[in-house]
């Protein structure tokens, strides 16, 4: 075999670097530095007199980041934001900040340290790191919660308008958003079609935080708290399951399509919004969220074939996916 030199870009020497990527990310994340480069160009020591952080290790990191695309540099030293690091400004339109903070929280990065060991044994990389299942340890701590919660906010935001405009719901239609968060794409939804009410429906901690509370929403929701793994809210025309089923196994998504299936009665529809994978190896981005859920929970995600053997399980009939212009497709099932 030919030599090869380590140093030379390629996929393998980028994937030997990821965690030093994901490191750089998330200590200029924490700092919160690009909300001062939002501003307007800084150098590293003006950046480190606001954020109280140390200037030379601040100038290298972020050396570092603009060699991948986040920032700039210009001939006085100063430190801009190009246009892919715009997204790390928090409260900004469709900000990933928080995103990005729990995608490299230490919950996580622990977790991925483990993948060695559930690549011997099938067991999940968090359980194994952590002592518990994932969802266990959010109920046991409020502040990985609180981490959690805003980063699915923020991951989730930009596309829920997508997915809302990607399905003509009839008028009058009653919806039911089974583990739907604050309720961001139900919001989406009602407010698009004035007609529409809905059931914002999870644990009671996190619907206690929605965001319904709207003038142009006003009489068309309420909120449930309880575990659907037991039972949901009867009474709904449709019900959504929005990046749901893909964390958790087919026994475990079996139990959540059951409690649903009871409460639609024969005729109801589910609109199940998850991504849907190709056959085969081609490139998708669920691919990479597949492994997350390999390293984190126990769940996956699933080709169209997998969704329909699953679906038909729990007494639905897969009737149509329709795609959005984002990863996920939306799904729609009928009980039968």
């Known amino acids: 075999m030919a030599s090869i030199d380590p140093f030379a870009p390629s996929p393998l020497h980028d994937l030997m670097y990821g965690h030093v990527h994901a490191a750089a990310l998330r200590a200029v994340a924490v ?26 290790a601040l100038r290298r990191i972020l050396r570092f980041l603009a060699t991948r695309g986040l920032f700039g540099e210009d001939g006085r030293g100063a430190f801009r934001l190009e246009e892919a690091g715009q997204s790390l400004v928090g409260g900004a339109p469709g900000s990933q ?5 729990l995608l490299t929280d230490p919950m996580y990065a622990r977790s991925a ?31 990985d919660r609180a981490t959690f919660d805003a980063g699915m906010a923020a991951h989730s935001g930009p596309v829920e308008e997508l997915v809302a405009r990607s399905y003509a719901f009839p008028a009058g239609a009653r919806l039911v958003d089974v583990a739907g968060g604050r309720g961001g794409l139900l919001a989406a939804v009602l407010t698009r079609e004035p007609t529409l009410s809905g059931t914002l429906f999870d644990q009671p901690a996190t619907v206690a935080e929605h965001v319904l509370d709207r003038p142009e929403l006003a009489g068309r929701w309420r909120t449930a708290g309880g575990d659907f793994f037991t039972a949901v809210p009867a009474g709904g025309d449709f019900y959504l399951l929005k990046h749901i089923l893909h964390d958790w196994s087919d026994e475990d998504a079996l139990r959540i399509l059951g409690s649903i299936r009871r409460a639609a009665g024969t005729g109801g529809r589910l609109l199940v919004v ?17 492994l997350v859920m390999l390293m984190v929970v ?3 995600e699933r080709t169209a074939a997998e969704f329909e053997s699953l679906l038909a399980r729990a007494g639905f009939r897969l009737a149509r996916i329709l795609p959005t212009p984002s990863v996920p497709s939306v799904l729609e099932a009928v009980a039968v």
């Open 298 to 300: 126990t769940g996956r």
């Open 113 to 143: 340290d483990r993948l060695a060991d559930t690549l011997r044994t099938g067991e999940s990389a968090f359980d194994l790191a952590h002592g518990m299942p994932f969802f266990e340890h959010l109920l046991k701590s409020p502040e």
């Open 31 to 56: 700092h919160r530095i690009a909300d001062h480069l939002a501003e307007g160009p800084r150098t590293a020591e003006e950046l480190a007199a606001r954020t109280g952080t140390h200037g030379p």
């Open 97 to 101: 900040l928080a995103s990005a903070l």
């Open 274 to 290: 998850d991504a849907v994978l190709p056959e085969g190896s081609a490139p998708h981005p669920g691919v990479e969220l597949d």
